[in-house]
């Protein structure tokens, strides 16, 4: 089921230019061997099936919101401050203040002399003094307090896993939950998750032409991420999961030339209750004994209609450029 058209997005089927040889032909090859059938009407089918069920392509709401569930219950979102400051201008020179306080301490100086020397107030230096460590000093009174939007957090928490990361709309809806406070402070809080819990953006749905194209590619030649999506959206729609089987019977019948067991394989579609597929069975049985024969023996008429299709293109680069004595010695000498 390899393309037969290099970069092809329905590899297996040859896109909807149709189907022009056998997998893993090139348009070098067909002029040299043919081509068994043309079931680019195949493709159309899948597709059809694939628009019919295309609701099922998007993962539904309830798991999204399990999976937004997961991660909030995941994140540690307790962003109130707890400890001393360890960065920022104030930070810096209370530490330096405090080292040479006690340096001087150290080298027996009182605390009138030390504020003399440093150009620092007295109560400054003693409370510089008293303290053990620079830490004592960066912890304001405010630390570990409650605010007025702790009982409002969780919810927050879940509107930001759900991908609402918009201040001005999560204040207006805790604002109706009976929020009291400000705008300012929401605006922070949301400040410190967007820092620490950078927004994911929802993934999204595969395209019906993209799902078509997995359905009818080699498996071997999708990605992880692509042949996982495909896996998934099987498992939701046991309509699409039956069309990918029927589509992966016909490509052997091609692949291994098994045109005795066509009708069986109409059979089972028939008996499927798959409308878009039925009419390309229906198609294939106007013209039996040819698609047979062409998904059996080595022959067909591709070789003609690669020559025709030389002659065509030949003919329109020359259109208005020359005779036809000139179209008539192209013709020849790339035959």
């Given at each position: 089921?390899?393309?037969?058209?290099?970069?092809?997005?329905?590899?297996?089927?040859?896109?909807?230019?149709?189907?022009?040889?056998?997998?893993?032909?090139?348009?070098?090859?067909k002029?040299?061997?043919?081509?068994?059938?043309?079931p680019?009407?195949?493709?159309?089918a899948?597709?059809?099936?694939?628009?019919?069920?295309?609701?099922?392509?998007?993962?539904?709401?309830?798991t999204?919101?399990?999976?937004?569930?997961?991660?909030?219950?995941?994140?540690?979102?307790?962003?109130?401050?707890?400890?001393?400051?360890?960065?920022?201008?104030?930070?810096?020179?209370?530490?330096?203040?405090?080292?040479?306080?006690?340096?001087?301490?150290?080298?027996?100086l009182?605390?009138?002399?030390?504020?003399?020397?440093?150009?620092?107030?007295?109560?400054?230096?003693r409370?510089?003094?008293?303290?053990?460590?620079?830490?004592?000093?960066?912890?304001?009174?405010?630390?570990?307090?409650?605010?007025?939007?702790d009982?409002?957090?969780?919810?927050?928490?879940?509107?930001?896993?759900?991908?609402c990361?918009?201040?001005?709309?999560?204040?207006?809806?805790?604002?109706?939950?009976?929020?009291?406070?400000?705008?300012?402070?929401?605006?922070?809080?949301?400040?410190?998750?967007?820092?620490?819990?950078?927004?994911?953006?929802?993934?999204?749905?595969?395209s019906?032409?993209?799902?078509?194209?997995?359905?009818?590619?080699?498996?071997?030649?999708?990605?992880?991420?692509?042949?996982?999506?495909?896996?998934t959206?099987?498992?939701?729609c046991?309509?699409?999961?039956?069309?990918?089987?029927?589509?992966?019977?016909?490509a052997?019948?091609m692949?291994n030339?098994?045109?005795?067991?066509?009708?069986?394989?109409?059979?089972?579609?028939?008996?499927?209750?798959?409308?878009a597929?039925?009419?390309?069975?229906?198609?294939l049985?106007?013209?039996?004994?040819?698609?047979?024969?062409?998904?059996?023996?080595?022959?067909?008429?591709?070789?003609?209609?690669?020559?025709?299709?030389?002659?065509?293109?030949l003919?329109?680069?020359?259109?208005?450029?020359?005779?036809?004595?000139?179209?008539?010695?192209?013709?020849?000498?790339?035959?």
């Amino acid at each position: 089921m390899e393309s037969p058209v290099p970069g092809d997005g329905h590899a297996g089927f040859g896109g909807r230019a149709g189907f022009g040889g056998r997998a893993g032909e090139t348009h070098r090859e067909k002029p040299r061997q043919g081509a068994p059938v043309r079931p680019n009407n195949l493709v159309e089918a899948v597709e059809k099936t694939v628009v019919q069920h295309r609701a099922l392509l998007r993962e539904p709401q309830a798991t999204t919101t399990a999976a937004a569930a997961e991660a909030v219950e995941g994140l540690d979102l307790d962003l109130s401050p707890t400890g001393p400051r360890t960065t920022g201008r104030l930070s810096d020179r209370v530490r330096e203040q405090h080292a040479a306080v006690h340096a001087l301490l150290d080298e027996g100086l009182g605390q009138r002399p030390i504020a003399r020397r440093l150009g620092l107030a007295r109560n400054t230096v003693r409370r510089l003094a008293h303290a053990a460590t620079a830490d004592e000093l960066l912890v304001g009174r405010w630390t570990g307090r409650s605010s007025i939007l702790d009982p409002f957090k969780p919810y927050l928490h879940q509107r930001w896993a759900e991908g609402c990361t918009v201040a001005r709309r999560l204040f207006e809806e805790v604002r109706e939950r009976g929020y009291p406070g400000g705008e300012g402070v929401v605006k922070v809080y949301v400040a410190k998750l967007r820092a620490d819990f950078p927004p994911t953006l929802p993934r999204k749905a595969p395209s019906v032409r993209d799902v078509t194209s997995w359905l009818t590619r080699h498996p071997d030649r999708l990605d992880d991420d692509q042949a996982q999506q495909l896996k998934t959206i099987l498992a939701r729609c046991p309509e699409l999961d039956r069309t990918a089987g029927h589509v992966r019977a016909f490509a052997e019948l091609m692949n291994n030339r098994q045109g005795q067991d066509l009708d069986q394989w109409i059979e089972r579609v028939q008996a499927d209750d798959l409308p878009a597929l039925h009419g390309f069975v229906n198609g294939l049985g106007q013209d039996r004994d040819a698609v047979v024969a062409g998904l059996s023996l080595p022959y067909s008429s591709g070789a003609v209609e690669g020559h025709n299709n030389k002659i065509k293109m030949l003919k329109r680069q020359m259109f208005g450029r020359a005779n036809f004595d000139l179209l008539r010695k192209r013709v020849l000498l790339s035959a």
